[in-house]
């Protein structure tokens, strides 16, 4: 069953940015543009991410709320606000406080780690195909001859990026940019070396893959 987030954010360009990157990743979102209605959702989230500058109720006021009733639910704070003070305030009831702006990841990252460090998320394992890839541990296994795959740094990030993707078609823009956090430039061979090299390693037959798809004309895609 995928965790639900109550998501509260008024501002609709943010909202619908991060409504739908969560979404992508399989969490089951409710983006609420105020606190209005909070209540009737905090008995069944797994985590809540607040906004703190919201019509009516400020996210500090409904977060220390939702925290006395539901002290075990992580809360994630959402803030432009960079002021030490605005942090502190946060973190005297929130889990993790969050500046504006950020990236997708990085907000994927801290609320999968706040679930797990809620006991609401195991540590899994994946197969796929004939790897056993160990997300926690940040190891993969061939599980034909249970030998550690030995990734280079790049090669790995490459491929988690896929794993945080499943079944998505991925364009070398969004791969490089995602990976080394810097606009693609047209022509560069970087990216598809190091998918060259990460398929020898991981795949039976590297010139016919089958864990790192070619989508021709578009990009790649590992299917889950």
Known sequence: MNKQILYIEDDAEIGKWVDGHLTERGYDVIWLTSGDKAADYWERSDLVILDVMLPGLDG??????????????????????????????????????????????????????????????????IQLHHLKVYMEENRIVDSRTDEEIMLTGKQFQIFMYFLRHPNQILTKEQLYEGVWGEPFIDGDKSLMVHIRYLREKIERDPGQPEIVETIRGIGYRVKL
């Open 60 to 125: 500090f006021s409904i977060g220390q709320r939702m925290k006395k009733t539901y002290p075990d639910t992580p809360i994630l704070m959402l803030s432009a606000r960079t002021a030490i003070d605005d942090k502190l305030q946060g973190l005297q009831f929130a889990d993790d406080y969050v500046t504006k702006p950020f990236h997708p990841d990085e907000l994927a990252a801290r609320v999968e780690v706040l679930l797990r460090r809620a006991g609401k998320l195991s540590a899994p394992m």
